[in-house]
Protein backbone atom coordinates (compact mmCIF):
# COMPACT_ATOMS: atom_id res chain seq x y z
CA UNK A 1 0.00 0.00 0.00
CA UNK A 2 1.15 3.51 -1.05
CA UNK A 3 1.77 5.90 1.88
CA UNK A 4 -0.48 8.26 0.09
CA UNK A 5 -3.51 7.41 -2.03
CA UNK A 6 -5.12 9.35 -4.44
CA UNK A 7 -8.80 8.99 -5.92
CA UNK A 8 -8.14 7.91 -9.36
CA UNK A 9 -9.27 10.13 -12.68
CA UNK A 10 -9.39 11.92 -15.10
CA UNK A 11 -12.35 14.17 -13.46
CA UNK A 12 -13.99 16.06 -16.21
CA UNK A 13 -16.87 18.53 -15.03
CA UNK A 14 -19.05 21.78 -16.52
CA UNK A 15 -17.81 25.46 -15.66
CA UNK A 16 -19.02 26.77 -12.47
CA UNK A 17 -19.11 22.81 -10.99
CA UNK A 18 -18.09 22.33 -7.16
CA UNK A 19 -14.91 20.26 -7.47
CA UNK A 20 -13.77 17.59 -4.93
CA UNK A 21 -10.62 16.38 -5.01
CA UNK A 22 -9.67 13.86 -1.95
CA UNK A 23 -6.62 12.08 -0.48
CA UNK A 24 -6.12 8.99 1.97
CA UNK A 25 -2.86 8.38 3.65
CA UNK A 26 -1.41 5.57 6.30
CA UNK A 27 1.68 7.55 7.87
CA UNK A 28 0.36 8.81 10.95
CA UNK A 29 3.61 10.94 11.10
CA UNK A 30 2.48 13.36 8.61
CA UNK A 31 1.79 16.60 9.85
CA UNK A 32 1.73 19.01 6.73
CA UNK A 33 -0.57 18.96 3.77
CA UNK A 34 -0.20 20.73 0.47
CA UNK A 35 -2.13 20.52 -2.84
CA UNK A 36 0.06 21.48 -5.59
CA UNK A 37 -1.31 22.46 -9.17
CA UNK A 38 0.44 21.06 -12.46
CA UNK A 39 -0.55 21.88 -15.86
CA UNK A 40 0.80 20.08 -18.78
CA UNK A 41 4.59 20.12 -19.92
CA UNK A 42 5.45 22.79 -16.33
CA UNK A 43 6.49 21.66 -13.01
CA UNK A 44 3.80 21.72 -9.85
CA UNK A 45 3.15 24.71 -8.53
CA UNK A 46 2.08 25.17 -5.10
CA UNK A 47 -2.01 26.22 -4.33
CA UNK A 48 -2.93 25.11 -0.75
CA UNK A 49 -0.96 24.66 2.20
CA UNK A 50 -2.28 23.47 5.70
CA UNK A 51 -0.88 22.29 8.83
CA UNK A 52 -3.56 21.30 11.43
CA UNK A 53 -7.05 19.82 11.28
CA UNK A 54 -9.83 21.87 9.86
CA UNK A 55 -10.20 24.40 6.64
CA UNK A 56 -8.41 26.59 4.98
CA UNK A 57 -10.05 28.78 2.77
CA UNK A 58 -8.03 31.10 -0.42
CA UNK A 59 -10.62 32.40 -3.16
CA UNK A 60 -12.38 29.54 -4.63
CA UNK A 61 -9.99 26.90 -3.03
CA UNK A 62 -10.52 25.50 0.21
CA UNK A 63 -8.42 22.81 1.41
CA UNK A 64 -9.38 20.50 4.19
CA UNK A 65 -7.67 18.08 6.68
CA UNK A 66 -9.05 15.34 8.88
CA UNK A 67 -6.06 14.09 10.84
CA UNK A 68 -8.22 11.58 12.48
CA UNK A 69 -9.65 10.16 9.21
CA UNK A 70 -6.17 10.46 7.57
CA UNK A 71 -8.42 12.24 4.96
CA UNK A 72 -7.48 15.13 3.03
CA UNK A 73 -9.62 17.10 0.35
CA UNK A 74 -9.44 20.13 -1.84
CA UNK A 75 -12.32 21.79 -3.49
CA UNK A 76 -12.92 24.25 -6.34
CA UNK A 77 -15.89 26.50 -6.45
CA UNK A 78 -17.24 27.91 -9.49
CA UNK A 79 -14.75 25.95 -11.56
CA UNK A 80 -13.23 27.32 -14.48
CA UNK A 81 -11.23 26.21 -17.95
CA UNK A 82 -8.29 27.79 -16.81
CA UNK A 83 -8.50 25.06 -13.48
CA UNK A 84 -7.97 22.01 -16.40
CA UNK A 85 -4.53 21.24 -14.78
CA UNK A 86 -3.29 17.89 -12.68
CA UNK A 87 -3.91 18.28 -9.20
CA UNK A 88 -1.35 16.64 -6.78
CA UNK A 89 -1.25 16.38 -2.82
CA UNK A 90 1.85 16.06 -1.08
CA UNK A 91 2.13 15.54 2.59
CA UNK A 92 5.83 15.90 5.00
CA UNK A 93 6.37 15.02 8.45
CA UNK A 94 8.57 17.65 9.32
CA UNK A 95 7.67 20.63 7.23
CA UNK A 96 10.97 22.84 6.71
CA UNK A 97 13.23 21.30 4.10
CA UNK A 98 11.55 18.05 4.29
CA UNK A 99 10.88 15.48 1.45
CA UNK A 100 7.45 15.44 0.17
CA UNK A 101 5.61 12.40 -0.25
CA UNK A 102 2.85 12.83 -3.58
CA UNK A 103 -0.36 11.02 -4.57
CA UNK A 104 -0.11 10.13 -8.03
CA UNK A 105 -2.38 13.49 -9.10
CA UNK A 106 -5.73 13.71 -10.71
CA UNK A 107 -6.05 15.55 -13.87
CA UNK A 108 -9.13 17.62 -14.34
CA UNK A 109 -10.73 18.97 -16.85
CA UNK A 110 -13.78 21.79 -16.84
CA UNK A 111 -15.64 22.14 -20.05
CA UNK A 112 -16.55 25.56 -20.89
CA UNK B 1 8.92 36.78 -9.91
CA UNK B 2 12.49 34.92 -9.16
CA UNK B 3 12.24 30.88 -10.69
CA UNK B 4 14.14 27.64 -10.63
CA UNK B 5 15.61 27.62 -14.00
CA UNK B 6 16.35 23.76 -15.50
CA UNK B 7 17.88 22.51 -18.71
CA UNK B 8 17.63 20.82 -20.75
CA UNK B 9 13.89 20.90 -21.33
CA UNK B 10 13.65 17.87 -23.42
CA UNK B 11 16.08 15.15 -23.99
CA UNK B 12 16.27 12.34 -25.88
CA UNK B 13 18.81 9.64 -25.88
CA UNK B 14 19.36 5.83 -26.09
CA UNK B 15 19.86 3.24 -23.86
CA UNK B 16 23.67 2.74 -22.63
CA UNK B 17 23.94 6.73 -23.26
CA UNK B 18 24.63 9.31 -20.67
CA UNK B 19 22.95 12.35 -19.90
CA UNK B 20 22.99 14.68 -17.41
CA UNK B 21 20.40 17.34 -16.48
CA UNK B 22 21.34 21.03 -14.67
CA UNK B 23 19.23 22.54 -11.86
CA UNK B 24 19.90 26.65 -11.03
CA UNK B 25 17.79 27.16 -8.13
CA UNK B 26 15.95 30.03 -7.21
CA UNK B 27 18.72 32.66 -5.80
CA UNK B 28 19.45 32.52 -1.85
CA UNK B 29 17.83 29.58 -1.75
CA UNK B 30 20.01 26.55 0.50
CA UNK B 31 17.53 23.47 -0.24
CA UNK B 32 17.58 21.74 -3.77
CA UNK B 33 15.76 18.55 -4.60
CA UNK B 34 15.58 16.50 -7.44
CA UNK B 35 12.41 14.34 -7.65
CA UNK B 36 11.45 11.90 -10.92
CA UNK B 37 8.16 12.11 -12.15
CA UNK B 38 6.98 8.83 -14.36
CA UNK B 39 4.07 9.65 -16.42
CA UNK B 40 0.94 9.37 -14.35
CA UNK B 41 2.21 9.02 -11.07
CA UNK B 42 3.63 12.24 -8.60
CA UNK B 43 7.27 12.92 -7.90
CA UNK B 44 9.34 10.76 -6.00
CA UNK B 45 12.62 12.63 -4.39
CA UNK B 46 16.00 11.19 -5.18
CA UNK B 47 18.63 13.34 -3.69
CA UNK B 48 18.37 16.18 -1.41
CA UNK B 49 21.26 18.88 -0.84
CA UNK B 50 21.34 21.00 1.75
CA UNK B 51 24.07 23.44 0.31
CA UNK B 52 26.32 21.45 -1.61
CA UNK B 53 26.03 18.46 1.16
CA UNK B 54 23.52 15.52 0.47
CA UNK B 55 20.91 15.21 3.27
CA UNK B 56 18.67 12.32 1.51
CA UNK B 57 20.03 9.96 -1.35
CA UNK B 58 18.10 7.29 -0.36
CA UNK B 59 16.08 6.67 -2.82
CA UNK B 60 18.74 7.47 -5.59
CA UNK B 61 20.02 4.45 -7.77
CA UNK B 62 23.23 5.32 -6.93
CA UNK B 63 24.92 2.37 -9.54
CA UNK B 64 23.97 4.66 -12.28
CA UNK B 65 22.66 8.31 -11.01
CA UNK B 66 24.94 10.84 -9.87
CA UNK B 67 24.32 14.19 -8.14
CA UNK B 68 26.24 17.15 -7.32
CA UNK B 69 25.80 20.51 -5.85
CA UNK B 70 29.70 21.87 -5.73
CA UNK B 71 29.31 25.44 -5.02
CA UNK B 72 26.12 25.34 -2.58
CA UNK B 73 24.27 26.86 -5.76
CA UNK B 74 23.41 25.07 -9.47
CA UNK B 75 23.01 21.42 -9.60
CA UNK B 76 24.02 18.97 -12.34
CA UNK B 77 22.10 15.28 -12.24
CA UNK B 78 23.81 12.46 -13.98
CA UNK B 79 22.36 9.47 -15.37
CA UNK B 80 25.13 6.30 -16.82
CA UNK B 81 23.90 4.37 -18.33
CA UNK B 82 20.21 4.93 -19.45
CA UNK B 83 18.22 2.71 -19.32
CA UNK B 84 14.64 2.47 -21.05
CA UNK B 85 13.00 2.69 -17.36
CA UNK B 86 14.65 5.91 -16.89
CA UNK B 87 12.38 7.50 -19.24
CA UNK B 88 10.50 9.83 -16.58
CA UNK B 89 10.37 14.17 -16.14
CA UNK B 90 12.81 14.97 -13.87
CA UNK B 91 12.14 18.01 -11.53
CA UNK B 92 13.84 20.32 -9.38
CA UNK B 93 12.89 22.38 -6.80
CA UNK B 94 14.44 24.80 -4.16
CA UNK B 95 13.29 26.14 -0.93
CA UNK B 96 14.65 28.69 1.82
CA UNK B 97 16.32 27.13 4.79
CA UNK B 98 13.63 26.63 7.38
CA UNK B 99 10.63 26.97 4.80
CA UNK B 100 8.45 23.79 3.96
CA UNK B 101 7.59 25.60 0.50
CA UNK B 102 9.19 24.47 -2.38
CA UNK B 103 9.15 25.80 -5.46
CA UNK B 104 9.45 23.43 -8.60
CA UNK B 105 11.10 24.09 -12.30
CA UNK B 106 9.63 23.27 -15.59
CA UNK B 107 11.66 20.02 -15.35
CA UNK B 108 13.09 17.76 -17.85
CA UNK B 109 11.22 15.53 -20.16
CA UNK B 110 13.94 12.39 -20.94
CA UNK B 111 12.88 9.83 -23.50
CA UNK B 112 15.28 6.96 -23.38
CA UNK B 113 14.54 4.72 -27.07
Known amino acids: ?112 | EAEVAQSPRYKITEKSQAVAFWCDPISGHATLYWYRQILGQGPELLVQFQDESVVDDSQLPKDRFSAERLKGVDSTLKIQPAELGDSAMYLCASSLYGSDTQYFGPGTRLTVL
Open chain 1, 1 to 112: QKEVEQDPGPLSVPEGAIVSLNCTYSNSAFQYFMWYRQYSRKGPELLMYTYSSGNKEDGRFTAQVDKSSKYISLFIRDSQPSDSATYLCAMSATGANSKLTFGKGITLSVRP
